[in-house]
């Protein structure tokens, strides 16, 4: 009996298996809240950035994670709070994404913009 068939056969199953398993080379880094916020937390707050693109808490600078630990303690809070944010407008737009981003995904339900105000009249690049 000739079983080269049989092994070719085999062999592009093998490599068809092999194509359709997924490599798990790609990795989704989700931040999670590592613990409770330390700052107070009252019925209206402000996220800030500023021009270097620090993090505030009503006006105390913060890092990322604490931020997310502030929010997450927010979000679970008995009494509904309201997260105002307000970015400088030369901080960097990469950071308000993530800024924004960040406070969606802690679970926040009430969110505003706020200073857009100030930003009604445009000057001129001359």
């Not at 613990?35 to 505030?56: C, F, H, M, W």
């Not at 997310?68 to 009494?79: I, R, T």
């Amino acid at each position: 009996m000739n079983t080269t068939p049989l092994i070719d056969v085999l062999l592009v199953l093998i490599i068809m298996i092999i194509i359709t398993i997924p490599i798990l080379t790609h990795s989704l880094k989700v931040p999670l809240p590592t613990g409770p916020g330390g700052k107070a937390i009252e019925a209206v707050n402000t996220v800030s950035i500023d021009r270097q693109d620090r993090l505030y808490w009503n006006g105390e600078v913060l890092g990322r994670q604490e931020l997310l630990n502030q929010l997450a303690s927010s979000a679970n809070h008995p009494d509904d709070v309201l997260i105002h944010f307000e970015p400088d407008p030369d901080a960097s737009y990469d950071a308000s994404a993530r800024t924004i981003a960040l406070i969606k995904d802690s679970g926040i339900e009430t969110f505003a913009f706020v200073g857009n105000h100030k930003y009604r009249e445009f000057e001129s690049g001359d």
